[in-house]
């Protein structure tokens, strides 16, 4: 991995503790949202080389995906754990 991907997932794992911050019944803990976080932006490199995805040449672009791709995620597999335990 380079250095830009390596800042992707960097952004990955902060945008996933991000979605955390502002959806606290979804809140998994520091440790498993940074974890979904960065695997949801190293989803989005990954996906990009496999599927051939069209992208912009605009650097932020790939930030912004990435840190979305985290957020979306963490939040997901937050969603998923609120409704395995709910009451």
Request: hydrophobic share 60%; proline share 3%.
């Amino acid at each position: 991995m380079g250095g830009f991907e390596i800042a992707l997932v960097l952004i990955g794992i902060v945008c996933g503790n991000l979605g955390a911050v502002l959806v606290r019944p979804l809140n998994l803990g520091l440790f498993w949202n940074s974890i979904w976080g960065g695997l949801g932006a190293a989803a989005y490199i990954y996906c990009q080389a496999w599927f051939a995805l069209p992208v912009p040449d605009f650097w932020g672009y790939g930030f912004l995906a990435a840190g979305g791709s985290g957020m979306i995620a963490m939040l997901l597999v937050g969603g998923l754990v609120a409704l395995r335990f709910r009451d």
